[in-house]
């Protein structure tokens, strides 16, 4: 079993969480707490830098949709940065690639455009204040 490793930065007035590890069952409860406290804590955008996930389940996946309302609740964007492939293709499996808003790397935050996963600066999918 791979553990679950969090950190956490501020970067261009924005909270960064950096995530490795594994999502699953046994680490959700984990990153939503250490998330939460960001989003109710900390003002401004909170990124979820997945860049060191190496494996994540539906209970993972699970856990960055609830952590999305959370944040909407609370009036804060939530973006997802560096997403693995398998991150990438387990959104894409569930048809939930475009309910995140997505960046290339945590200090992208720029001018978002919709659509498909790029290397520019800031990616952004699906509408604002919507889950599935």
Known sequence: MNALHLASERANGSVVITVTGE???ATRPELAAYTRHAIDVDGGTVIVDLSGVTFIDACGLSSL?????????????????????AVLRLLKLTNLDGTFTMVSRPGAVGTPTTGRTATGPALRSGSPGTDR
Request: a positive charge; aromatic letters at 4%.
């Open 65 to 85: 949709i609830a952590l999305k309302r959370y944040a909407r609740e609370h009036d804060r964007p939530l973006l997802l940065a560096g997403a693995t492939p």
């Open 23 to 25: 999502l699953d069952l």
